[in-house]
């Protein structure tokens, strides 16, 4: 076992992959910065000085104290507190939490979704492409974000605030992954139409394997590689759409913040003087959405030799 493991590293230590990695500056930037961001989210009940979600813990004469490097400031509170005297800091690592699981989790629907049609569509052709793809053609052509509005204010009129809140991230993570599939599915979809006419596939078919198993087993990790650039790029427009509809007031209740609903609840602060309510948690989540951009850039130029620069 260790020795398979050994050869595992080896081979990734010797990779093209590693070899573009380790001479990109900009992206070990970005990886270093992305994965301190997801471990300071991850570990957020740990790290916090504050629990955001104790109520018990508040107290209102706290309310918009400003960072501690402004007078008036309070040395227990980094970032300041926001309108209701939560710690800015703590609520900022709670609400990053949110918006990364938000994105990861619709981008995991929209691949199950997207890939199955893209490996579908590509694979079969036909009628069954036509269809699938005039499917896809008609989603693309609203607007994720207009779709999202309309559903989210259809299912807090119809089911009332108090429900939609209790369901509002399992809501959110279906309303933007089955918003967004038809991207990785025109993806996959291509990647297939490349792949299915090489020998290795005609083999299989020779074989008498089903083409379940072709497109599952044969086909679909050699189209691995665009399939994570633009997961990577989606992670990125999935917190921002969430981050979007929360400062609407259609995303995250207040009660149970992401890095969107924070900006929200400070933008009526934000020329009264308490400024940090809302700028600080959204240089968070400008930081966050840039890296994981850049870290999709890194891969779509490395998987491709033919964008590669160096």
């Known amino acids: 076992m260790k020795t398979a493991n050994l050869s595992l590293t080896q081979q990734f230590l010797t990779s093209d992959f590693w070899y573009h990695f380790k001479h990109n500056k900009v992206a070990i930037f970005s990886a270093i910065i992305f994965f301190i961001l997801v471990i300071l989210a991850l570990f957020a009940p740990l790290i916090a000085p504050f629990d955001p979600y104790n109520l018990q813990t508040l107290d209102i004469m706290d309310s918009e104290l400003p960072p501690i490097w402004q007078e008036g400031s309070d040395s227990r509170f980094l970032f300041g507190t926001d309108d209701q005297g939560r710690d800015l800091w703590s609520t900022i690592l709670y609400g990053m939490r949110v918006s990364l699981l938000i994105g990861i989790l619709a981008v995991l629907l929209q691949g199950l979704i997207g890939i199955t049609i893209g490996l579908v569509s590509g694979y079969v052709g036909g009628k069954t492409d036509s269809l699938l793809m005039r499917i896809a053609d008609v989603q693309l052509s609203f607007s994720t974000l207009m779709v999202a509005i309309i559903?989210?204010?259809?299912?807090?009129?119809?089911?009332?605030?108090?429900?939609?809140?209790?369901?509002?991230?399992?809501?959110?993570?279906?309303?933007?992954?089955?918003?967004?599939?038809?991207?990785?599915?025109?993806?996959?979809?291509?990647?297939?139409?490349?792949?299915?006419?090489?020998?290795?596939?005609?083999?299989?078919?020779?074989?008498?394997?089903?083409?379940?198993?072709?497109?599952?087993?044969?086909?679909?990790?050699?189209?691995?590689?665009?399939?994570?650039?633009?997961?990577?790029?989606?992670?990125?427009?999935?917190?921002?759409?969430?981050?979007?509809?929360?400062?609407?007031?259609?995303?995250?209740?207040?009660?149970?913040?992401?890095?969107?609903?924070?900006?929200?609840?400070?933008?009526?602060?934000?020329?009264?003087?308490?400024?940090?309510?809302?700028?600080?948690?959204?240089?968070?989540?400008?930081?966050?959405?840039?890296?994981?951009?850049?870290?999709?850039?890194?891969?779509?130029?490395?998987?491709?030799?033919?964008?590669?620069?160096?």
Do not use: C
């Not at 086909?219 to 917190?239: E, G, K, M, R, Y």
């Open 151 to 310: 559903i989210l204010a259809i299912v807090q009129s119809a089911f009332g605030s108090d429900a939609f809140n209790k369901w509002a991230m399992v809501i959110l993570i279906l309303i933007i992954g089955l918003a967004e599939w038809p991207q990785i599915a025109r993806t996959v979809r291509s990647s297939v139409l490349a792949e299915k006419g090489k020998e290795y596939v005609d083999a299989a078919k020779v074989m008498g394997f089903g083409s379940m198993r072709i497109m599952f087993k044969h086909i679909l990790p050699n189209t691995l590689s665009p399939i994570f650039v633009i997961s990577t790029v989606q992670i990125a427009n999935a917190i921002i759409t969430e981050a979007s509809l929360s400062f609407l007031g259609l995303g995250m209740p207040v009660t149970e913040p992401s890095l969107g609903s924070l900006i929200s609840i400070g933008k009526q602060y934000l020329f009264s003087g308490a400024w940090w309510i809302t700028l600080i948690p959204g240089a968070f989540l400008v930081i966050l959405v840039m890296v994981i951009n850049l870290l999709g850039d890194f891969l779509r130029d490395t998987f491709n030799p033919k964008l590669y620069k160096g």
